[in-house]
């Protein structure tokens, strides 16, 4: 059981914590604001009522002093009919005479409510002890009033007692509580209403922050919290709330340019290799070609030592040469991936197709090859532009 209880405690304030958590702000801030207002009007209340209630007293003990003056006066009259006014006295009165014993001797007056109050037994010492100094008593009755009570002893050595009753005293206290407690209650009614409105409406910037974030959320990013003046909190709040949205905007936006421009790389990275395959099986291709031809013109001059050695070799030594613009071109494209820059410069489109009619008859004695003119002239035909290219193309 002992180490029971601090768990259950913990456990309380845990569950404590959590519902205060989940509570929301504005209610949070009204209900401290109520119960602020509730305690200071308590304490209003009861200073009030205590001061009420001690004026009260000392104004039942000045004048329960005053009636009691002509017993300390006395005169010629006998103890039986002591000069003792009763509507000098603040509400009820009763008075008795106490026996050199301190009981009771007899009563000279009642009050007329029907309660009596609870003298104590006064010795002569207790009793000179209180003399003219205000006490208070009780009632014999049950539920009856308190009194306030004070001792005089005439000049014919008699001891009184008078007790005024302090029911009116009690009254009038109650009466002050009852409104106190009316007048506090709709106070904080009506401040709860104007505290709750007021609450709300400054935390209104809160809402439209939240909306902010929520748009933002779904997407729209150029959604920003109104702005405000900046001397004041909220104020403040929304312009650190733009500039952290400004931020994440241009965060997301450098992010989505940099997966475009990753895309587009990505995208030309295979489309240059597109092209280097592309490349590779044309400059196998094109390779076949001007090897071929260098074999057949070998062969040929094998077979033919007599003939035309010279344009022979001349024919061997262009196509070696194109083909070393071919391997120049995988060289450049494996360095830098990309094509040989175009030559443009004068290329006699003639003398390439000539070439390449020799090149046909070298390369197949038994198939006629032969160049024709489309037009009648006799002079060269020259084009700007690259003549490996435009060779490669023949």
Not at 127 to 148: D, I, K, L, N, T
Not at 233 to 256: F, H, Y
Not at 284 to 307: K, Q, V
């Amino acid at each position: 059981m002992s180490f029971a209880r601090p768990g259950t405690e913990l456990r309380r304030r845990l569950a404590l914590k959590r519902r205060l958590a989940r509570t929301p702000l504005w209610a949070r801030l009204v209900a401290g604001t109520l119960v602020l207002v509730a305690a200071a009007i308590a304490l209003t209340g009861l200073f009030a009522v205590q001061s009420l209630r001690t004026y009260l007293m000392e104004r039942v003990d000045h004048q329960l002093r005053a009636a009691t003056k002509p017993l300390d006066r006395g005169g010629d009259e006998p103890p039986e009919a002591p000069r003792l006014r009763p509507q000098r006295l603040y509400g009820l009165f009763h008075m008795v005479v106490m026996d050199a014993g301190g009981n009771v001797a007899r009563t000279i007056a009642e009050s007329t409510d029907g309660f009596r109050p609870a003298l104590p037994h006064l010795t002569p010492g207790e009793f000179a002890r209180r003399e003219g100094r205000p006490f208070s008593v009780g009632s014999v009755e049950p539920g009856g009033p308190q009194w306030r009570a004070v001792a005089v002893v005439d000049r014919y050595r008699e001891s009184k007692v008078v007790a005024v009753s302090l029911a009116d005293i009690d009254r009038t206290v109650s009466r002050l509580v009852v409104i106190v407690t009316g007048a506090g209650t709709a106070v904080l009614l009506i401040l709860g209403l104007a505290c709750h409105w007021l609450v709300r409406r400054s935390l209104r910037p809160l809402g439209e922050i939240e909306r902010t974030a929520e748009a933002i959320a779904g997407g729209d990013l150029s959604r920003r919290v109104p702005p405000r003046h900046r001397r004041t909190e909220m104020g403040r709040l929304g312009r650190a709330v733009n500039g952290m949205l400004a931020q994440i905007e241009k965060a997301l936006r450098d992010r989505s340019e940099s997966e475009t421009a990753a895309r587009r790389a990505a995208s030309a990275a295979q489309s240059s290799e597109e092209r280097m395959r592309r490349f590779v099986a044309d400059a196998s291709h094109e390779l076949r070609t001007p090897l071929t031809s260098i074999r057949g013109f070998a062969e040929f001059y094998r077979h033919n030592p007599a003939g035309d050695v010279g344009s022979l070799l001349r024919r061997i030594e262009d196509e070696a040469a194109r083909m070393g613009v071919l391997v120049d071109d995988l060289l450049l494209l494996a360095r830098l991936d990309q094509r040989r820059p175009l030559e443009r410069r004068p290329v006699d489109l003639l003398s390439l197709a000539a070439g390449a009619v020799l090149d046909a008859q070298t390369l197949a004695p038994g198939r006629p090859v032969e160049l024709v003119r489309l037009d009648e002239g006799d002079g060269p035909v020259v084009v700007a532009g690259d003549e490996a290219a435009s060779y490669t193309h023949l």
